[in-house]
């Protein structure tokens, strides 16, 4: 096998798929706007110059769309044909479990990617553990006792990152390649309200869930600094998980890793462990 590029290295999936790549001792290479150490190489969704270098030597990418284009599939699939010319063969994608296959934005990047690679693997992962820390707008309402969402009492399979990375990986270097859309979820599927209870039990402190319209939702994105034409497009998202869009769980995770995915508890407690070292 030949080196593994990761797009969208620097990110909360990329980083982490990066990481378990190094763990295997699989050779990669990190693609970011900004090179900084051994292992880096410069790559801009929007500067076609920068694929080739990134792409040279390379026989599967993990596949993650410019984060906040209203319509990447208008960047992405020149880089697909780009790295198929390149000798890629297999790809893994990084969607989202709240499109389908051809659905607008990241469903138009599926559908190209099916058409154009070979190996295709598209991974649909629900939402981020990670969302409710770091620097998101989410994580901000958890420091701040509230949270704040369109999503009413809506359910979501939460998963830790690094159970999507781990199915990335399988993804990328197993030698029988997993061609086919896999749903990654949590164990167990909570409403944000739970998930607010969850936290206060192992902080101690007081953290509620304030559902608003996703209009109210979007402007407060805005507010936050999304761009104002993809803000509706996220709010809009949590009125569907309102009507239970997400509302389910699979066996994928450990189907592809061996391995049960991590629970919301166990990620509280190791992340407030962790913080309050």
Do not use: C
């Not at 599967?60 to 063969?89: K, N, Q, S």
């Not at 989202?96 to 991974?123: C, H, K, N, Q, Y």
């Amino acid at each position: 096998m030949r080196e593994v590029l990761v797009v969208g290295a620097t990110g909360t999936v990329g980083s982490a798929v990066s990481e378990a790549l190094s763990a295997e001792g699989v050779a990669h290479r990190r693609a970011t706007r900004a090179p900084k150490t051994p292992g880096d190489i410069g790559f801009d969704w929007f500067d076609a110059a920068t694929w080739s270098a990134a792409l040279a030597g390379v026989s599967a990418v993990y596949l993650i769309a410019p984060v906040g284009a209203a319509d990447p599939a208008v960047v992405v699939e020149p880089f697909l044909r780009t790295a198929r010319a390149a000798g890629v063969r297999r790809v893994v994608v990084q969607s989202s479990s709240a499109v389908s296959s051809g659905d607008p934005g990241l469903g138009e990047i599926d559908a190209r990617a099916r058409e154009i690679i070979d190996e295709w693997t598209i991974l649909r992962p629900s939402w981020f553990m990670q969302n409710f820390t770091g620097s998101s707008s989410l994580a901000e309402g958890v420091r701040g006792g509230e949270i704040v969402t369109a999503t009413g009492d809506g359910p979501v399979a939460f998963i830790d990152a690094r159970d999507i990375a781990a199915v990335g990986v399988r993804a990328l270097v197993d030698p029988t390649p997993h061609v086919g859309e896999y749903v990654l979820t949590g164990p167990r599927a909570l409403t944000y309200g739970q998930a607010a209870q969850v936290i206060s039990r192992k902080t101690g402190t007081s953290l509620v869930h304030r559902s608003v319209s996703a209009d109210e939702l979007a402007a407060l994105h805005i507010e936050h600094g999304m761009p104002a034409d993809y803000a509706p497009i996220l709010a809009a998202l949590d009125r569907d998980i309102a009507a239970g869009s997400e509302n389910r769980v699979t066996a994928a995770v450990e189907e592809l890793t061996g391995r049960a995915p991590r629970s919301f508890e166990e990620f509280v407690g190791e992340w407030f462990t962790v913080a309050a070292d």
